[in-house]
């Protein structure tokens, strides 16, 4: 949005740090609330005309030279004082750390220590959760009435009232996922009333990757805009790798819990069990995990209903429960256990995710009976959870072609009384592995368009591999594309400045505005200079596409110039302007020599 | 399609050239018609499982191994004997190639003779016309009630009846671009009712690019898709390079008639006349040009319109045609002689693409007074098109935000009497230069899926620069999936068989399979190889993502191994069958070590 409310940067730095390279047309900056503690960060863009247009800003404390980032510390605890302030939460003990969190075994092969420089090095922390297990979540402080500074702050960021972030939250139709033991984050909402979100997913497995690059593509997804990260990691050190990147991370961190318990019995689904799956949930809690995808809608019933799929079951958690199921043919666990798992959620305000375990993984698939048997039973969890007071949010599919997406969420919003959905694409079509941040992009932006609130992203690598830097930010610019797409189609307030800001600097060939307008100004920047590399050409009035000779942009200024005003005078004066406009030479195109 | 129907294809050649590199997994044969010389090239895919799947091929000659290509004499003439036979043409003369239609003036400093190698060398061809200028199109033979081999040819493509093809083209609603002088194509047709097809932008301009380059870009977009080309230079050389194009194309040509003329008269826009623009259009319709977009919806009452726009006009067309108007204050004179300009189109089956000049180049300016004046304009000159029997299609915008798409192409189907609609993109947001491939293919899949004919590409290069290969084969990959995504939203016959295919493979971990069926095989191969690079992988039963230790798609097979079968069955069977689980050790996940 462009800066033409009341409210003001408190404070405009200069970024002249060297890593901010050629970005030197904005800065970080900050919009105060009520308090000196509440300064919501914005991406402050500078203009050569003098005009400023202000954008929503997700990259966290990295990318203000004023504040001392180092990843062995971790992140300023943001919201501790607020925590504090509410005197409903206490200190404890906590549970002890485990070899096995890690993933480490005495019978393992590969058993042993694990390196001790992995260790996080951070202050010492003890874990925080409600006193007398009582809920401390932001819905029931919202039912309550109360408007906390997370509320106020995501009001600020979102440009609308802390009145109605309150009454979303108390509705049930939006989340802002906060765990009491995460105070470092920068609160943000979920909810379809709010800027569309997007989740960007990192996780080192079995087979590549470590920890400082899962931290590092944390931090490098949000600085291109992510809203929330999920960490999927599955091999070792899945413990210790969320801990760097809880401390490390700006935005919330979700988790799929199921995972790390599957490491913990070695990768066989049959030998999990409540206490296992349980004492996970708590130790991640612990950590501060901010949501929690929890696959408790996949029934033992509904396991028969994707036999005949022509891809089965594709979700992990969803295949680890129906194994689990099969093998002891019997009720999920975690649909049993739902209620208690409410109450710990509760006492550290971790938000649900409900897992869509059952979702289609092909065009053949989509929205047949095993998906919408499993989304009924997420509607009857979302009450549950909303009993305890727990924030909710649904997943979705998946692989959904065009004409069956508008079902989909219809369906989602009337089942799950409009809790937040949250959705994997869907991929339209599936015959383009290598492109489906594009077959997902394009059901992205639809179904944001339709009500889904946060977007989870899908990078280039999908079905092949696992994403490496470049995959994560092309995954993390299409999904921002598609969120603002849907925000320009909902008409949210404010988000068609920013095209029209950018429109503007194209018309009047602002080149450096148009860059750092750019979702990905880096790439812009350097896609421009592959076709007109000389420096000069960044100020010149033609783009590179037609060239000097003729511009199209030109000619419609001359016309602007020639008629702008209102539609009678620009008749009544037409006959005159065009004898000037011949008089003149006729010049439409610039006089810059062929 | 997979093989399915009882047509065979009439011989599979062994594609061992060595330009086939790792693709040895399909192989290009050909379905035959009701004569010999009807064979309609196939990409036929051979799967692992002994299976086949046919899809559509546009890459003509070039990926046959059988067929001796060389860019310096030119496809096969495919059609002559078909134009020939219907008696209704005659060869004449032609209008002599003169310097200047290359942009080379006496008066111009850099002037001179041309560079001689670039004169095409391939055999010497006098033009066609229609025989006392007749209409000979195939508009005026399905009007006739008359199947050409053209049609019966594009109704083998598309799967359909010869008849369908006929109806639908003498309805309007579906052009068959085939120029008499343009022999050298394989038929295509362009039509709500058959498969969206995609064009692909080529051309050189003042700035950048070469003949050599042109050509190469042209074989290089139907290799990876592209149903039609455009050939949109700007710069010198424009009669040369289109002559390599047309001569070496198995797809159909289009133009805009309007940069040359704009050339020839040194890009002095009030200079052009309506005899040089019809010099120019004779000229091109004698090389074989099979579309021309006519910006002749572009009249002097509505520049007017555009003057308090934001981002004016952005079309190069419609800024030349109203700089035009402008200067001599008088109506266009494209919008005076179309009747003439439709007996020259009509003599050669030259197809219009009538031109949306004053499409929006912003969000802002999405489905504005000028625009839908222009619009009105063009239903019009779509019906004048049609009393002289010339094939018409219709561009559309431009930049759109989703919520305005429908009313856009619902608009142009009822105003246009359902002619094809051809639209760029459209963008969905203006905020991503560097990646308006996304931002378009969101809105072109929708609009695609709403009744649009054939997509217009948009490479990354969109807004910054001339696109180079890479970027033209990241716009035709980005369009073939908005395409096909719009097929299987449609339920076009046969369009899923295409993702059930692959979404086989991929269920079955045939890899191989998988890379094959791919619209890249090549980049999705390349992805797999970065996380597993080892051979054997390409057999495992695991993906790269989770890994060989735990897998959904192996746990999906298991349960469809336990439950396969009906209903009935699988809940008859399951506490047996899960006993049976239990007994076999619980084997969720493969027995590879850890």
């Known amino acids: 949005m462009t800066n033409k409310d009341a409210r003001t940067p408190a404070s405009v730095q200069d970024d002249t740090s060297p890593e901010a390279g050629k970005s030197i047309g904005w800065h970080k900056a900050y919009v105060e609330g009520s308090r000196p503690d509440l300064r919501v960060p914005v991406r402050q863009v500078h203009l050569t005309n003098g005009q400023s247009v202000t954008l929503y800003d997700t990259s966290g404390p990295y ?325 305890f007071h727990v924030q909710t949010m649904i997943e979705g599919p998946g692989h959904v072609p065009m004409h069956k997406i508008k079902e989909n969420i219809d369906l989602q919003q009337e089942i799950c009384e409009e809790a937040p959905f949250y959705t994997l694409g869907p991929l339209t079509t599936d015959i383009a592995p290598a492109y489906d941040h594009i077959t997902s992009g394009i059901g992205a932006a639809m179904i944001a368009w339709w009500g889904t609130a946060m977007l989870c992203y899908v990078t280039p690598k999908e079905h092949l591999g696992l994403p490496n830097r470049d995959d994560v930010k092309t995954g993390v610019i299409t999904y921002k594309i598609a969120a603002h797409a849907a925000d320009l189609a909902k008409g949210h307030p404010g988000a068609q400045e920013w095209d029209d800001a950018l429109s503007d600097a194209r018309f009047e060939f602002r080149w450096e505005d148009q860059f750092n307008l750019a979702l990905d100004p880096d790439t812009a920047r350097e896609f421009h200079d592959e076709t007109l590399p000389a420096e000069p050409a960044k100020t010149a009035h033609f783009c590179s596409m037609c060239g000097p000779k003729f511009c199209s942009m030109k000619i419609s200024q001359d016309i602007r110039r020639e008629h702008g005003g209102s539609r009678a005078e620009v008749e009544e004066g037409m006959a005159q302007k065009s004898k000037e406009f011949a008089a003149s030479g006729n010049r439409v195109y610039l006089p810059i020599a062929d």
């Open 63 to 387: 990318t203000d030279p004023l504040v001392d980032t180092d990843v062995r510390r971790g992140l300023p605890p943001l919201r501790e004082n607020w925590i504090i302030a509410r005197g409903d939460t206490e200190e404890y003990a906590g549970r002890p750390v485990r070899p096995e969190d890690d993933g480490i075994k005495h019978t393992s092969p590969r058993g042993g220590l694990r390196n001790l420089d992995a260790v996080f090095p951070g202050r010492p922390r003890q874990p925080r959760r409600g006193r007398d297990g009582q809920p401390v979540t932001q819905l029931a402080y919202a039912r309550r009435g109360e408007i906390t500074p997370e509320m106020e702050y995501v009001a600020v960021r979102e440009n609308v009232s802390p009145e109605v972030v309150r009454e979303e939250i108390a509705a049930g139709r939006a989340v802002l996922p906060a765990n009491v033991n995460h105070p470092e984050i920068e609160p943000m909402i979920i909810g379809k009333r709010f800027l569309v979100k997007v989740n960007a997913n990192i996780g080192n497995s079995a087979v590549t990757s470590s920890i400082e690059e899962e931290v590092e593509k944390m931090t490098w997804a949000t600085r291109w805009g992510a809203d929330t990260v999920m960490d999927l990691s599955t091999g070792r050190n899945i413990h210790t790798t969320r801990e760097w990147v809880l401390r490390n991370s700006p935005v919330p961190i979700g988790t799929v819990p199921l995972y790390q318990a599957l490491e913990k019995v070695d990768g066989k689904a049959e030998e999990l069990t409540w206490e296992i799956y349980k004492d996970t949930v708590i130790e991640q809690a612990e950590q501060g995990v901010d949501y929690m995808t929890v696959h408790a809608g996949v029934r033992l019933p509904y396991v028969p209903l994707t036999a005949n799929r022509k891809t089965g079951i594709v979700s992990r958690g969803g295949s680890i429960m129906a194994a689990w199921c099969l093998a002891h043919h019997k009720e999920s666990f975690l649909y049993e256990n739902f209620e208690e798992l409410c109450e710990i959620l509760a006492a550290y305000d971790v938000t649900y995710s409900l897992g869509d375990g059952l979702r289609p993984g092909s065009i053949a698939d989509a929205n047949d009976e095993a998906q919408f048997a499993e989304l009924r039973t997420l509607g009857e969890l979302n009450q549950i959870a909303k009993r």
